[in-house]
């Protein structure tokens, strides 16, 4: 269900940027757009997604690339204006009244989802809620149980993210310094998941336990630690790299604002 959502949205994509008039960092969004679809239908088509079925790390891999490593690339991309505009007009406009007319608090509801409190609460939660045992097991039973896990990690993700990363029409609401605590303590969630895994006695996933035999034949609790590496490597990079440049904007802007300073009385002195 979702690759193919993934590929009607790359269509729409394709379409809405052919009408833009006057597009801007095409390319660059473009490139971020692509990358962030063809993720997606990597990990959720053969042979990852089989994989899966008999692997804790396997899955853990799928989990982080949705979750750490998509939305931030669909936030950069800032598909919302081309996708909107891939719509047949005749779509766009039943819509367009249908959002407007929604209730005053729905709508304030939904822009709230945005806002780094409940950004940060939602995919804190649903990381967590996904990961419990049981209901872990239950995607692997259940088709519609495991869709529902990836796009709640997508849309949730892609939330995370708006608060931090320009992404036109919507613009972060964080400065470089607050942005860069907001992603930390975001990705500590994951990195608490995986010391939890890793350090784990036993396997804690019954479905994986049970298995015959598991992918490269190894034992569910080694399958398992592996998965904890996966959420604590893999995971980590995509908010360290965010946190570096966050940082170093944050440094630059600094060093700039007090060179700025440092210049002023000697711009007086000269008349400027």
Do not use: K
Request: contains cysteine.
């Amino acid at each position: 269900m979702i690759p193919a959502l993934g590929a009607f949205f790359a269509l729409l994509y394709l379409l809405g940027s052919r009408r833009l008039v006057r597009p801007r960092h095409r390319l660059r969004r473009g490139v971020a757009f692509a990358a962030s679809v063809a993720l997606v239908e990597l990990v959720l088509n053969p042979p990852l997604d089989d994989w899966a079925d008999r692997s804790l790390a396997a899955h853990m891999f799928q989990h982080v690339v949705l979750m750490s490593v998509v939305p931030p690339l669909v936030v950069l991309a800032a598909p919302w204006v081309p996708i909107w505009r891939g719509l047949p007009l005749r779509l766009r406009r039943p819509l367009a009244h249908g959002i407007v007319g929604l209730p005053g608090p729905v709508r304030r509801a939904l822009r709230g989802c945005a806002t780094p409190v409940p950004a940060f609460v939602l995919l804190t939660a649903d990381l967590g809620l996904w990961h419990v045992p049981w209901l872990y097991d239950l995607t692997l039973r259940s088709q519609a149980a495991h869709d529902l896990e990836h796009a709640s990690f997508l849309v949730f993700g892609i939330l995370f993210w708006l608060p931090v990363l320009d992404s036109p029409p919507l613009h972060r609401q964080l400065d470089e310094l607050r942005g860069a605590v907001y992603v930390t303590l975001g990705a500590a969630a994951g990195w608490v998941l995986g010391v939890v895994l890793a350090l784990a006695s036993g396997p804690l996933y019954p479905a994986y336990a049970a298995l015959p035999r598991r992918l490269g034949g190894i034992s569910a609790l080694a399958d398992q630690q592996a998965a904890a590496g996966i959420m604590i490597g893999v995971g980590a990079i995509p908010p360290s790299i965010a946190v570096f440049v966050l940082l170093y904007r944050w440094l630059d802007d600094g060093t700039a604002a007090s060179t700025r300073l440092r210049g002023e009385p000697l711009g007086f002195l000269d008349g400027r």
